[in-house]
């Protein structure tokens, strides 16, 4: 194992690039997240956290940092945990509607399509509204809620 560290050490610049492309995944996925491209809870930007996490990770191998390492650790930890369950209930087909679990184009409606240029793959536009006079709306469950 120390062999192959020290072989990774021997290219700083291969670190440096692995650093900030994880960096520029992180923000990336923040950014799709935030503009509703992609949906926080799916398995997209599960894939893309860890992806990051491990580069980032890489990077750290010739400039340790304990904080920083901790970070990635847990994002790795918790990415594959979260993106197990996730993937252990679309193959039991448990996922309901406004789960903000991401539909297979394959079963999306002909209207998905492209908005602009990117393709509408999340479920923020289908969220209940809250009413106009300020009252709290309840939490949209789709097909969530259990038959009567």
Same mark, same amino acid.
């Given at each position: 194992m120390s062999d192959f560290l020290d072989a990774m050490r021997t290219y700083p610049d291969l670190l440096r690039v692995c650093g900030v492309l994880g960096s520029?995944?992180?923000?990336? =996925? @923040?950014?799709?997240?935030? +503009?509703?491209?992609?949906?926080?809870?799916g398995p997209i930007?599960?894939?893309? /956290?860890?992806?990051?996490?491990?580069?980032?990770?890489c990077s750290l191998v010739g400039a340790f940092n304990l904080g920083a390492f901790l970070i990635?650790? =847990? @994002?790795?930890?918790?990415? +594959?945990?979260?993106?197990?369950?996730?993937?252990?209930?679309?193959?039991?087909? /448990?996922?309901?509607?406004?789960?903000?679990?991401?539909?297979?184009?394959?079963?999306a409606p002909r209207a998905l399509g492209?908005?602009?240029d990117w393709p509408m793959i999340s479920d923020w536009e289908?969220?209940?509204?809250?009413?106009?006079?300020?009252?709290q709306a309840p939490p949209y469950l789709g097909d969530a809620a259990p038959a009567p």
């Amino acid at each position: 194992m120390s062999d192959f560290l020290d072989a990774m050490r021997t290219y700083p610049d291969l670190l440096r690039v692995c650093g900030v492309l994880g960096s520029m995944l992180y923000i990336c =996925g @923040f950014a799709l997240v935030q +503009t509703g491209r992609i949906c926080g809870n799916g398995p997209i930007y599960s894939c893309n /956290q860890l992806t990051a996490a491990s580069l980032v990770l890489c990077s750290l191998v010739g400039a340790f940092n304990l904080g920083a390492f901790l970070i990635q650790v =847990g @994002f790795l930890t918790f990415g +594959t945990i979260g993106l197990a369950r996730r993937l252990r209930l679309r193959r039991m087909r /448990q996922y309901h509607n406004g789960t903000g679990v991401i539909r297979s184009l394959s079963n999306a409606p002909r209207a998905l399509g492209l908005q602009g240029d990117w393709p509408m793959i999340s479920d923020w536009e289908m969220r209940q509204r809250a009413p106009a006079n300020d009252t709290q709306a309840p939490p949209y469950l789709g097909d969530a809620a259990p038959a009567p």
